[in-house]
């Protein structure tokens, strides 16, 4: 049976990576942020060189994109510094890392979707820290799958799927971001993709290198928003609200955000055979196992 270790077990992706890999007969070494801090390089190490994992993913990060903006040492130490580490502890102990990166590193100026190899250039703070962190990365560990991924969203943790719904539920109206593009990727479909790569790499390290994982479509968070509702309509949602599109500039954030952020996946369903089910299928399971929980949880 094959070794993972996995940093950021209990966030959205590392959560649903975790329970995935447990499901297919890994053994999993999950540590969560109480666990290990990723800015401990010494105890990465000793954890990784006791483990001997054959595969080590990333999926602990300073997420908070707007407060990156004000407290970018914290953001650059998790998201380059912390990065380093884990890529350093996985080489310390011989083995390969996934590591977990955004669609902020790109400007979003573009007009059709980036492919990897696409030139970089972060608008934000988060971004910067999280293109630092591919860098680093890179330089400390030769064996990496650098997986760029964007708008995630899950039946767990803070995302836009459960906002959406939680406003929903209070407002008969809600204002939404019409002029921002990008492809909204649930975090189980990404887990899937994660250890497909996993059991790819742990037998082939010339899979190293830089790639991107979405579902597939695009649309803006507007549009984002109405397939929410329409989707908890369809599966019995009595009050939605009736969603309006509205410019960024009547949105303002501390983080300025990439106005285009299509990921082309291509190169990604090559190397690993994995084809995307559209961004809207994937919506309509969370949004199913959102509101069976939220029921669940009001009967107890
Ligand atoms: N969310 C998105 O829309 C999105 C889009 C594109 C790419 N990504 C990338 O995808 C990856 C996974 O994102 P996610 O949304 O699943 O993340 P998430 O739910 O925010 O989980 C991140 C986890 O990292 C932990 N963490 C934070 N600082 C840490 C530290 N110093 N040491 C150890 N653990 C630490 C957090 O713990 P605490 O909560 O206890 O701090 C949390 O459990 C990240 O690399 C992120 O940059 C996310």
Not at 16 to 39: F, N, R, S
Request: glycine content about 6%; charged content about 20%.
């Amino acid at each position: 049976m094959k070794r993972i270790l996995v940093t950021g077990a209990a966030g959205m992706t590392g959560s649903e990576l975790c329970e995935q890999a447990t499901a297919a007969g890994w053994i999993v070494l999950p540590l969560t942020h109480a666990d290990a801090d990723i800015t401990d390089a010494r105890l990465l190490a000793d954890v990784a060189r006791k483990f001997r994992p054959d595969v080590v993913v990333n999926a602990a990060a300073y997420t908070a994109v707007d407060r990156a903006e004000s407290e970018p040492d914290v953001a650059m130490a998790v998201n380059r510094d912390g990065a380093r580490n884990v890529a350093s502890a996985a080489a310390s102990a011989g083995a390969p890392l996934i590591h977990i990166s955004t669609d902020y590193v790109f400007n979003g100026e573009g007009r059709i979707p980036y492919d990897p190899d696409a030139r970089t250039g972060p608008v934000g703070v988060y971004g910067k820290t999280k293109l630092a962190g591919e860098a680093a990365v890179a330089d400390e560990n030769p064996s990496h799958v650098i997986v760029r991924t964007s708008w995630l969203f899950s039946h767990r943790g803070s995302n836009f799927v459960r906002t959406m719904l939680r406003l929903g539920a209070e407002r008969d109206e809600l204002r939404v971001v019409d002029d921002q593009v990008g492809r909204p990727t649930s975090s189980t479909d990404l887990a899937t993709a994660l250890l497909k790569v996993a059991g790819a790499i742990a037998d082939n390290p010339t899979l190293a290198g830089v790639y991107h994982f979405a579902n597939a479509g695009e649309t803006s968070w507007f549009g984002f928003a109405e397939e929410i509702f329409e989707q908890a309509k369809s599966l019995g949602e009595r009050h939605v609200p009736r969603v309006v599109p509205i410019p960024t500039s009547e949105f303002p954030t501390p983080a300025r955000r990439p106005a285009y952020s299509v990921l082309d996946t291509t190169s990604f369903s090559k190397r690993f055979a994995v084809e995307p089910r559209s961004w809207q299928s994937a919506v309509r399971d969370t949004v199913a196992l959102t509101l069976r929980n939220s029921l669940a949880r009001a009967h107890t």
